[in-house]
C-alpha cells in the first residue's frame, strides 16, 4: 500500500482539486487516496463530543467543571493566543451556529462527493499535528508507504502555523515526511505573479491590479482554465473524475486500532449519531448555545431542535454551504455553455450596476461564502467569467460588468499576498519569524496599528495612535461599541445592517463598509472589536480579506489613502433610497414618519419607537445636510458609488468624538 494523503484545510472540494490531478497522474505510484478532514479543537469547542477530553474553554459548559478551562492552561487562554475558541481581544466565540452549519454543510458535501466516486473521507477532531503523525505512523507500520502529505498553501498565520505544528510533530517523530503545498488558493498563482508576492507586493491595490493585468495579453493569460477533476452528474450529483476513471481506493485502515486519542490528541468520528450531519451539529452547536455572547446573542432562528437552524426568511443568502451548492450558484450567477448556447448569467451581466444592493441575493455574487472554505475555487470562477466574456463578444456594456468580478477577486487576491508580505514579520522587532509552535503575537495583522507600522511610505501624521481611542467596555449595555455590536446605535442604517448580520450571517460589502467606518471613524473605537465580532458571525469569514478590510476601513492598513469616512446619513440617502432596508431588519420602527425612518431622533413624535434608542449613541455635524428637507441630496451617487456628476465629494473636516482620526478624511 502507497498512500497518498490529501489533508483538507480551507480547501472543501473536489473539483480543480491539485492533490486528486496529481495523485491520478500517469507518473504518480500511490496506490491510495486518503483525503481526510479534522476540525481542529483550537477553533472550535469540542468538549460536548463523545470520546472527547478535551477542555471547554467557555465559563458554562454542559459538563463538569473538571472540564474547564483553568487559568493556567495557556492554549486556552483568549487573551494570550488567538489558538483558542474564544477571540484574542473581546473574548467572542469565534464561530456562531450559522458559520457551524455552513461549515459542516461543507464538509459532509465533501464527504459525499468521495462517497459519489467510491471513495470516503476521514474525518477527525483534535489537534492536526497529533492526528495526523499517528495516522502515517499507523499506516507506514505494516510496511506500508506514504507517497506524500500534500495540502493548500494558506497565507494565514494561524493556519501557517498548523501545518508547521504538524511538520515538526513529524520530525520529532523521525519521519522525514514533508508536506507538498498546491498553489490554488488565490485566482493568480504566486509563481504567475510578475513580483515575489512575500516581499513586493504593492502597498496600494491599484498599483498591484495594474501589474497584475499586466501579466501578458489579456485575460488567457491571466485566467487559467481549471483541473477537470469533478463534474456534476445527471442526477445533480458531484463525481470526481480522473484519467482512467477510478479513483485509487481509500486505504483499509482500522481506525480502531490506532490510537488517536493521545492526551487531548485526537478521535474520529464513530457511530450513527454522528454519521448524520444533523447528529454532530447538535453536539458541537450545544456548548454555543449554552454559553451566548454576552453581546448581542445568536440570532432567534437558533434553537436546538434534531436539524440545522433555518435560514431567516429574509435572508440575502438562501443557500447552503457545499461544493455543489457552490458550483450551482456559478452556473445561476455567471451561466455556462449548452449545446445551444450560452445559458444563464443575467445577474454576471449586471454585476457592476447592482453590486452595492442591500436586499436579497442577486445584488452581488455571494461566491465569498464558498471561497471562503475553499468549496470554490476562485479560478474555477474567473474560468467561467472568461468564458462568458469570450460569448458576449465586443459588448462594452457586458464587458464592464462582468469583467468587475475579477476586480473584486483581484481583491481578494490582493489581500492574501499583503498578509504573506507583512505578517510574517515581526512588527516590533523586524524579524522575518515566527515561533514554530503559535501565531507570532505581533503579527501586524492582529495589531492595532496594523500593517501601516510597517510601510516606510505611510506618513507618520496620518498614521493613528491607538493609544487615543475611546477604550470599551462590552460588559456595559450603553458602551458605543457595545451598541454597534447589538445594533443599537441609533442610527438605523447601521443597526440594520448589523441586526441582518447577527440574523443571518451576512453583511453586504456596503454595510460592512459602512459599520466598519462607523466604529472606527465616528464612535473611534478599536478596529479589532468590529474584526472578532465579523469573525464570530460571516459565514464567508476570511482571515485576510476581513483582517486586511477592516484595517482598510480604519485607516491602519498599508493604503494612506484609505482613510475614508463614511457618512451613514447620506450612505443611506443613496443606498437605501426607500428605506425597505431599514424596514426590514428594524421592524420595530418600520411605523414611524417615513421621511424620518434613517433619522428618528428628528421626529416629534417617538409613540412608535417600541425599544429603539430616542437618539443616536453620536451625531456627526456633517450628517446634517443630508436630513430630510434640507438641500436635495438623495442620489447624488450611481449605484456604482460614484458621483453622478463631475464633482467629487468633498473633505468635511469632519473631526469625530475625540478630533479626528486623521486630517485627510474624506466624507463618502
Ligand atoms: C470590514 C469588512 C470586512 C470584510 N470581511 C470579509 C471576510 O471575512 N470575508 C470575505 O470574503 N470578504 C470580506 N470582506 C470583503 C467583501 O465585503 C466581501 O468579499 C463581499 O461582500 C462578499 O460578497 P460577494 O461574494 O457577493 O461579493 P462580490 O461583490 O460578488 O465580489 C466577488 C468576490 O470578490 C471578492 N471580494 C469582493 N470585495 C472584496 C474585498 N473588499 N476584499 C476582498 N475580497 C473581495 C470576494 O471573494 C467576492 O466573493 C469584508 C469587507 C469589509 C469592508
Not at 451556529?97 to 459542516?104: A, E, Q, V, W
Request: proline letters at 6%; a neutral charge.
Amino acid at each position: 500500500m502507497n498512500t497518498f494523503i490529501h489533508y483538507h484545510t480551507l480547501d472543501l472540494r473536489v473539483h480543480d482539486s491539485p492533490s486528486i490531478d496529481i495523485s491520478h497522474s500517469p507518473n504518480n505510484n500511490s496506490t491510495h487516496f486518503l483525503p481526510i478532514y479534522i476540525f481542529d479543537s483550537r477553533q472550535l469547542d469540542l468538549s460536548n463530543l463523545p470520546n472527547s477530553t478535551i477542555k471547554s474553554p467557555l465559563p458554562i459548559s454542559n459538563k463538569s467543571s473538571e472540564n474547564q478551562v483553568k487559568e493556567t492552561d495557556l492554549e486556552y487562554e483568549p487573551k494570550k493566543t488567538r489558538c483558542s475558541p474564544l477571540s484574542r481581544l473581546s473574548g467572542f466565540h469565534r464561530t456562531s451556529p450559522y458559520r457551524l452549519k455552513f461549515l459542516l454543510e461543507a464538509v459532509y458535501g465533501l464527504r459525499e462527493s468521495y462517497r459519489n466516486s467510491g471513495s470516503d473521507l476521514l474525518i477527525a477532531f483534535g489537534k492536526p499535528e497529533k492526528i495526523l503523525p499517528k495516522l502515517i505512523e499507523a499506516l507506514t507500520e505494516k510496511q506500508g508507504k506514504i507517497e506524500g502529505l500534500y495540502a493548500q498553501r494558506e497565507y494565514s498565520l494561524e493556519e501557517i502555523s498548523n501545518y508547521r505544528r504538524v511538520q515538526n510533530s513529524l520530525k520529532q517523530k523521525g519521519s522525514k515526511l514533508e508536506f507538498t503545498f498546491n498553489d490554488s488558493k488565490t485566482l493568480i498563482p504566486p509563481q504567475h505573479l510578475p513580483f515575489k508576492p512575500e516581499t513586493k507586493t504593492p502597498d496600494v491595490y491599484t498599483e498591484f491590479r495594474k501589474k497584475v493585468e499586466g501579466l501578458g495579453i489579456g485575460l488567457n493569460e491571466m485566467l487559467l482554465p481549471p483541473l477537470q477533476t469533478a463534474e456534476i452528474d445527471d442526477n445533480d450529483h458531484l463525481k470526481i473524475k480522473v484519467n482512467d476513471g477510478e479513483l485509487k481506493p481509500f486505504p483499509n485502515i482500522n481506525l480502531k486500532e490506532i490510537d488517536l486519542n493521545e492526551g487531548d490528541g485526537g478521535f474520529v468520528l464513530e457511530g450513527d449519531e454522528l454519521d448524520k450531519i444533523e447528529g454532530l451539529y447538535m453536539k458541537l452547536v450545544k456548548p454555543l448555545i449554552d454559553n451566548p455572547p454576552k453581546v448581542g446573542g445568536w440570532s432567534k432562528e437558533i434553537q436546538i431542535e434534531n436539524e440545522l437552524p433555518k435560514l431567516n426568511n429574509r435572508s440575502a443568502i438562501p443557500f447552503t454551504g457545499s461544493e455543489i451548492s457552490g458550483l450551482q450558484r456559478i452556473n445561476d450567477y455567471i451561466g455556462k455553455e449548452v449545446c445551444s448556447g450560452w445559458k444563464g448569467g443575467d445577474k454576471a451581466k449586471k454585476y457592476k450596476e447592482t453590486r452595492n444592493g442591500l436586499l436579497g441575493e442577486g445584488f452581488s455574487t455571494k461566491f465569498s461564502t464558498w471561497l471562503s472554505l475553499g468549496s470554490l475555487s476562485p479560478k474555477t470562477i474567473g474560468w467561467r467569467v472568461g468564458q462568458l466574456l469570450e460569448d458576449q463578444g465586443r459588448d462594452k456594456e457586458v464587458y464592464k460588468n462582468v469583467y468587475w468580478i475579477l476586480f473584486e477577486l483581484l481583491w481578494r487576491d490582493y489581500f492574501q499576498y499583503t498578509v504573506l508580505k507583512t505578517s510574517l514579520t515581526d512588527s516590533y522587532n523586524n524579524k522575518k519569524t515566527i515561533k514554530n509552535d503559535e501565531i507570532h503575537p505581533n503579527s501586524s495583522l492582529f495589531n492595532p496599528d496594523g500593517f501601516s507600522s510597517q510601510i516606510s511610505t505611510y506618513p507618520q501624521e496620518l498614521r493613528p495612535n491607538p493609544s487615543d481611542w475611546n477604550k470599551s467596555n462590552l460588559n456595559d449595555t450603553n458602551d458605543p461599541a457595545r451598541r454597534w455590536c447589538e445594533g443599537k446605535t441609533g442610527v438605523p442604517f447601521i443597526d440594520a445592517n448589523m441586526r441582518e448580520l447577527i440574523e443571518t450571517g451576512w453583511m453586504s460589502n456596503r454595510g460592512r463598509q459602512n459599520v466598519a467606518s462607523f466604529l472606527t471613524k465616528d464612535l473611534y473605537c478599536d478596529w479589532r472589536i468590529g474584526a472578532e465580532f465579523f469573525e464570530m458571525h460571516l459565514i464567508d469569514y476570511d482571515t485576510c480579506s476581513n483582517w486586511g478590510n477592516w484595517q482598510y476601513q480604519a485607516g491602519v492598513g498599508n493604503d494612506s489613502r484609505s482613510s475614508r469616512q463614511f457618512n451613514p446619513i447620506k450612505q443611506a440617502n443613496d443606498y437605501d433610497e426607500n428605506n425597505e432596508f431599514v424596514k426590514t431588519w428594524l421592524p420595530e420602527i418600520r411605523d414611524i414618519d417615513e421621511q424620518y425612518i434613517q433619522t428618528p431622533w428628528l421626529t416629534n413624535d417617538k409613540s412608535k419607537f417600541n425599544d429603539y434608542p430616542s437618539e443616536p449613541v453620536v451625531e456627526l455635524p456633517s450628517w446634517k445636510k443630508h436630513y430630510p428637507n434640507q438641500a436635495p441630496t438623495r442620489n447624488r451617487y450611481g449605484k456604482d458609488g460614484k458621483p453622478k456628476g463631475k464633482g467629487k465629494a468633498k473633505g468635511n473636516g469632519n473631526k469625530g468624538p475625540k478630533g479626528g482620526q486623521n486630517t485627510n478624511n474624506i466624507d463618502v
